[in-house]
Structure formats: C-alpha cells, structure tokens
C-alpha cells in the first residue's frame, strides 16, 4: 500500500488511527498494540500476500533469540547466540536480496553454472533486518530488555517507518509505545504530523514523479542521449531521488507524529552541505547511524591509527553502497563516496566556516566547497540511477563527447503532465512550432523551483516553527494536499522500496 494513493489516505489511515485511540481511550493497551501490528502487516501484505510469510517469520526468529538471550549465563553461550542471530538475518538478507548476484558473478568468474532462482525481492528486507540486527546486537551486549512480544512486533512492524524506514532503534521507540501518556489524541500532533505528512506527499507526487518523466525516460535511451540532455537528466534525477526518499521520510514522521510517535529525522537539507562528509550527516542519517554503531566503531572506528580509519570508512561506504542494491553499480556508487570522505578526511582541502574540527593545509570559501560538493554528488549519481555498469559508462561518454543533437527537445517532452495542458493546447493553436521550446522552459522551470526548494527550511523544521498555526499556513497545506489528491493518476512508488 502506497502512502500516495486513495486507499491509504481515505480507507486505511482513518480505519488505524481510529481503533488506535478507541481502544487506548478503553484502556485496553495492549489490545491496542496488536491491533497496530495488524494493521500493519495488512499494509506490508497488500504489495504481496508472499511477503507477509517472511517478514512474521523474522520477527518470530528474532524474538525468539531475543528470549533465550535471558538464560545466556556466560560470554560463549551469548556470542553464540549473536552469531545465530546475525546469520539468521544477513542470511535471509542474503538469500532474497543477493542470491543471484552473488551466484551469477560467481558463474562469470569461474565458468560455474549455478542456476539462478530470480527470487522476488521482499519490500523493505533490508530496513526491517537492519532494525532487528540492532536489537539483536545490543542484547547480546546486555544493553537492551527482553521486551513483551506486544511490543517488540509493534516496533518492527510500526507501518509509517516498515518500507523504507527512518531506520529506528528500540531505544528510541520502545518507550514511546510503552508511554501511556502518548495513547491519548493530540490534535496538535495531529495538525503538525498531518502538515508534515502533505508537505511530504507534495514533495512525492508534485516534484519526484513529475522528474521521473524524463529521467526515466533519459536512463532507458542513453545511447540517444547528446551532452545537454545527460547533463539535465543527472541533474533532474538528483532531485528526484531526494524529493522522493525525504518526501517518503517526512511522510512516515508526520504519519507517526499523528500517532504521538517520534520517529527520527532521515534528512537535514543534504544539498546545502559544504563537503561530500557533511553531505553525508545530513543525507540518510538513520543509515549512517546504522554504519557508525555496527559496523564502523566495531571495526574499531578512529582509534588503530589514520590508516584504519580509512579503511574502516572505505568499508562504511562500500556496504552502504552494497546495501541499497545487488548490483555493481550501487558498489561503485559507494565507493566512490567512501573515496570523497577519505578524501574530507585527509584535510588537505577544508571549507572556511566548517564544523569539521579536522585542520586543513588549504581552506576555500562555502560556495565553491557547496558547488564541488553537489557537483560530485550528481556524478556518483550516474552510477546509483545506471540499470548497468554499461549504462553509466555510456552516460560518462556523452557528457565528454560535447556533442549537442537536439535531443533535449525529445526529453524535455516526456514532461507532458495534466497541469502543463491548458498551456499546450494554447501553444499549439497559436504557435505549434514552439512546443518544443515551451518544454524545454518547463524542464528548466521545474529544476529552479527545485533549487529554490532545497535552499529553504527542511520539511521537519518548517512544521516546528511556530508559524504553523497561522491561517496563511494551513491554506497552502490544504492547497497542497487537494493538489496531490488530484494528481494520484501518476502515482509510482518509491525509489527506497526496491532497497
């Protein structure tokens, strides 16, 4: 069930808000958790009855190791308990997500011929497995409770954060379902988390999606593609992919403020940052939190010396990039933004006004550390839109080929959207000949506002300040939201729901 469309905003939202805060207001609290978890493995199972086996069955295994992790009396008996959960869940990770990749680069490499079992991917295997991995760690480290399975499942399946996070910790939630305080309705939660989430729907379905015309359109014909429509399609799909996921992400805090839940913030204004390692505190912080905890400071973090912390931050990278996809193409993306922050982390070159503590030998003002920065960004993004290592090569080609053949004319036009006809029809009556042009100022159009957008308060920021409440403010959320409403006949999903 998709966030933008009629059946969760008209059927299903109204229906778990509504048995949430009955039953609480009955007292009947524990009820009410489980009602919640219903709710949301019918919103999991609504993509794929299928999917709905495996992610009870991850749940059921976790919570069991989770129980027997109470009787661990000694440091073998705990670690092997550890060792069984991280197998369990990078195992079932494995197997769905990375089966085939692995067996078909094994069968290219050694001249094998294991068969491939073209296994459909599960939504949302990666967020939910690393939620479990983190609770899982922690309590082998004696750092968290063995919960009542009333909660654990409502913290695993808590529908607004399932698909495609923010990524979230026990610690963070636990409590908060456990607050009877939070089971009573806040109209002001609600008005904030109802803001928030339509600001986020605005983001989806009036910016992403509309971007998604061309550059989809733009990736599937790269061979066609001359130096100015590459240029406009790297630069449509980095919008894209922020006003999809940051939108998806204000869209799950808005919908758990509504349920006086506080998820974390996912994003903070990524493209205002100065460096590809500030970019990268703001873009995804769940994720980068993840890394850090788990897998970075393990590995033993910034403390064996500047050539292990290097590696160890190569390593971060390089399994993000691994995590978002099974496909060569995700680890040269991640690569190449563990080799910028190695890169930030050498302090040869620092940005004057920066938080980074790290000296460096050469300092450059803000805005040229802003344009390096969104400029490699972009770049790495050849790689992390790319169906093939092919594919992204053939993007490089063009842009260094400097050839321009007027295909921007033909990009331009997949930006035929409903609001856009009025404007057409009214060109094409009266000068049919300069269509092309008027799509091609749309294209540019849309990129400025998306511009101007960026440089503005974030999404979360904008609903905490106090001007919320003013009559002009819950105008335009109202615009906004009968704006989306009428525009779900191009609805989509989610770039994150293939992760």
């Known amino acids: 069930m998709l966030f933008n469309s009629y059946i969760f905003i008209f059927i299903f939202l109204p229906l778990v808000l509504a048995g949430w805060y009955f039953l609480n207001s009955k007292k009947a609290y524990t009820f009410a958790k489980f009602f919640l978890a219903g709710m949301s493995l019918w919103f999991y199972a609504y993509f794929n009855y299928y999917y709905l086996m495996i992610i009870v069955a991850s749940i059921l295994g976790n919570y069991l190791l989770s129980f027997l992790m109470k009787f661990s009396r000694t440091k073998l008996s705990s670690r092997l308990l550890l060792f069984t959960g991280l197998l369990f869940n990078l195992g079932l990770l494995f197997y769905f997500k990375y089966y085939d990749f692995f067996f078909e680069n094994i069968n290219a490499l050694f001249q094998t011929d294991f068969a491939l079992k073209h296994i459909l991917l599960p939504l949302g295997i990666s967020f939910f497995t690393f939620q479990q991995v983190s609770f899982i760690v922690d309590r082998c480290l004696g750092k968290a409770d063995h919960y009542s399975f009333a909660n654990y499942i409502t913290f695993v399946t808590f529908f607004p954060q399932l698909i495609a996070g923010p990524i979230v910790l026990y610690k963070e939630m636990m409590p908060q379902f456990e607050d009877i305080s939070n089971r009573k309705f806040s109209l002001d939660n609600f008005y904030k988390g109802f803001s928030l989430f339509t600001l986020g729907l605005g983001k989806k379905v009036l910016l992403a999606d509309v971007l998604a015309l061309p550059v989809n359109f733009g990736f599937q014909n790269t061979l066609f593609l001359d130096t100015p429509s590459t240029l406009l399609v790297i630069l449509a799909y980095t919008f894209q992919i922020y ?71 190569f390593m971060v990278f390089f399994l993000s990039g691994l995590w978002h996809g099974a496909n060569w193409t995700y680890v040269a993306w991640g690569t190449m933004q563990g080799l910028l922050v190695i890169w930030d982390n050498l302090g040869i070159v620092g940005v004057k006004g920066s938080n980074d503590k790290l000296p460096a030998k050469l300092y450059i003002p803000r805005p040229v550390g802003w344009f390096f920065t969104f400029m490699f960004f972009n770049i790495s993004l050849i790689f992390f839109g790319s169906s093939s290592m092919c594919n992204a090569f053939q993007m490089f080609k063009n842009i260094f080929a400097l050839k321009e053949t007027g295909y921007i004319y033909k990009l331009a036009a997949n930006l035929d959207i409903p609001e856009f006809y009025i404007f057409k029809q009214a060109i094409n009556l009266a000068k049919p000949d300069l269509l092309n042009y008027a799509f091609v100022i749309l294209f540019v159009l849309l990129l400025v506002i998306c511009f101007f957008i ?5 999404a979360v920021q904008l609903v905490t300040d106090e001007r919320v409440s003013s009559n002009k403010f819950a105008m335009i959320i109202s615009a906004i939201f009968v704006w989306c409403i009428i525009s779900f006949s191009q609805v989509s999903t989610f770039i994150y729901f293939n992760f």
Request: hydrophobic residues 40%; positive net charge; glycine residues 8%.
């Open 243 to 313: 006003f999809d996921f940051s939108g998806y992400s204000d869209m799950a805090i808005g919908l758990g403020r509504m349920f006086n839940i506080e998820l974390p913030v996912n994003f903070n204004s990524p493209y205002k940052a100065c460096s590809v390692k500030e970019l990268w505190q703001r873009w995804h912080m769940t994720l980068s939190r993840f890394f850090i905890q788990y897998v970075y400071i393990p590995l033993g973090g910034s403390r064996k010396g500047k050539a292990r912390t290097m590696f160890n931050t």
């Open 454 to 458: 960026i440089s503005r308060k974030n």
